[in-house]
């Protein structure tokens, strides 16, 4: 027996649920790429991009996933045997090093516990170690959507500033730009990147990387640059320079859309939307985990993150069908060397209340329904703390 039928509820890490107003503003026809409308369109896009970084440095927009900002963020910077320091609290830095390996770049790891965030203490440890300042950059997400962890960027950064060492911060927020606040230039970052298919509610397909002036000054030698994600190519007079080729339009309108309702609504109700929201999940998880069967990833509360929770689970696979297949909620997988040992919760992007408490209450039914041991009354538990939260 199913109950699937209706829309399906997409609760994982990106792609993210895309609001119809964003599909709907896809549906037009392409326009001339030299036209006065389109070039104001990426003006705009670009200043608000920067707003949500929380910078003044220029922002650069790539028709790639994230995976293609990293590579973005690498060759503007780095020259080939430049070596690098690789923060570790999950798949994705390391996965970032890796891209970095491959051009060439000499990266070292700070070894991290994929159930807690980076030690900002043990990053200053490391770079008092570099007396020599041999370290070009240091790559650390913001949060890394395998593991659940937040890290504190702004720590980090202050660090970085209190041992004095010279070395780019260059942060990941593929998974928290448009979701939480961040604060490029007050947190001491040289390089962000994010991707337009989570926080922004856009399909997938659009990289944005921004680049403060230290970060400018290091592209002006780095030995890395290619054709396609060259800063000063696309810092070109022509507005076909800005996309080095055809601009991908219905992208832009879509984004644009996106970022009107996140605009519309308010940063600042849109970050604490995401954290009421993520505080009624791991309520609900500190309820279920009494059974002893599933619990948090990540150990410390406070390094939890407000856009996905990665639950521990032997044997995940049966919930997560039955809540697909049954059901119509799609969870995350576990990742990386968390597969097949936990499920993800997304939290993120175009996500409210009914959402939440549905991909909850589903949850819920599944794990009674395949008789798993778990701690009853996790959706009240989650309920009772909106309910608390969310007043009229």
């Not at 928290?176 to 991707?195: H, I, P, R, T």
């Not at 996500?351 to 949850?363: C, D, E, H, R």
Request: hydrophobic share 45%; proline share 4%.
């Amino acid at each position: 027996m199913s109950v699937r039928a209706g829309r399906e509820f997409l609760a994982i890490p990106g792609p993210t649920t895309i609001p119809d107003e964003v599909l709907q503003a896809m549906h037009r026809p392409a326009v001339d790429m030299y036209s006065a409308p389109l070039i104001a369109l990426t003006d705009s896009l670009l200043r608000d991009l920067g707003r949500l970084f929380g910078t003044s440095a220029r922002c650069y927009i790539y028709i790639a996933n994230g995976h293609g900002a990293w590579e973005a963020t690498l060759t503007n910077v780095l020259s080939k045997g430049d070596k690098i320091l690789v923060l570790e609290s999950g798949r994705f830095a390391l996965d970032w090093g890796h891209a970095a390996a491959r051009l060439g770049v000499e990266v070292d790891v700070l070894k991290g516990d994929w159930r807690r965030a980076v030690r900002p203490a043990e990053v200053e440890a490391r770079l008092r170690e570099d007396r020599r300042g041999t370290l070009k950059a240091i790559l650390a997400t913001h949060i890394d959507t395998s593991s659940g962890a937040v890290n504190d960027i702004a720590e980090i950064g202050r660090v970085i500033k209190a041992v004095g060492h010279q070395a780019l911060l260059m942060v990941d927020a593929v998974a928290s730009l448009g979701c939480v606040s961040f604060s490029m230039d007050s947190w001491g970052v040289d390089v962000a990147l994010s991707g337009s298919q989570k926080g922004l509610m856009t399909p997938p397909g659009l990289s944005f990387v921004a680049a403060n002036e230290r970060a400018q000054r290091a592209h002006r030698k780095a030995g890395l640059r290619t054709p396609y994600w060259d800063w000063t190519t696309r810092d070109g007079e022509s507005h076909y320079q800005k996309y080095t080729g055809t601009p991908p339009e219905h992208l832009m309108f879509a984004l644009r859309q996106a970022l009107d309702m996140l605009f519309r609504e308010g940063l600042d109700t849109v970050f604490l939307r995401h954290q009421l929201l993520a505080e009624a999940v791991r309520r609900a998880v500190e309820v279920w985990k009494k059974g002893k069967a599933i619990d948090f990833n990540i150990t410390e509360p406070s390094e939890r993150s407000d856009t996905v929770t990665t639950v521990l689970m032997d044997d995940p696979d049966p919930l997560q069908d039955y809540c697909n297949v049954q059901c119509g909620v799609v969870l995350g997988a576990g990742f990386g060397k968390m597969k097949g040992k936990a499920f993800r919760i997304a939290h993120m992007g175009h996500i409210n209340a009914p959402m939440v408490l549905g991909t909850l209450a589903v949850i819920e039914q599944g794990l009674a329904a395949l008789r798993i041991a778990h701690g009853r009354g996790g959706i009240q538990a989650a309920i009772e703390y909106l309910s608390e939260s969310v007043k009229p």
